[in-house]
């Protein structure tokens, strides 16, 4: 949708995490860490997330170093953070076992 594309203003991002379990504003990108049990499962998931990104066709930062996954999350095409950063983190909360 044309209104995910959008820039969101300090307050609507302030507003977004407050019911966003995990996540944080870093160096405007929203990010969080996800530490599992072993290489396998931080593998595992960063799969399922990069099928859910591709179903959105966005796509996140990260880096990993064996069972830690750090993901960040910003549109690039506004230079900031959009709905599609939300929709994505709440996907990958999802896949993780969080609510929200």
Do not use: C
Not at 42 to 48: D, L, S, V
Not at 59 to 73: G, K, M, Q, S, T
């Amino acid at each position: 949708m044309e209104e995910d594309y959008i820039r969101l203003t300090e307050e609507q991002i302030s507003t977004n995490l407050a019911r966003l379990k995990g996540w944080r504003l870093e160096n405007g990108k929203l990010t969080r860490t996800f530490i599992f049990k072993d290489f396998s499962e931080a593998f595992g998931f960063m799969t399922r997330v990069a099928l859910e990104s591709e179903k959105l066709n966005h796509h996140p930062e990260w880096f990993n170093v064996y069972n830690r996954v750090r993901i960040d999350l910003i549109t690039h095409d506004v230079n900031g953070i959009s709905n599609y950063d939300f929709k994505l983190a709440e996907r990958i909360n999802r896949i993780h076992g969080d609510e929200g």
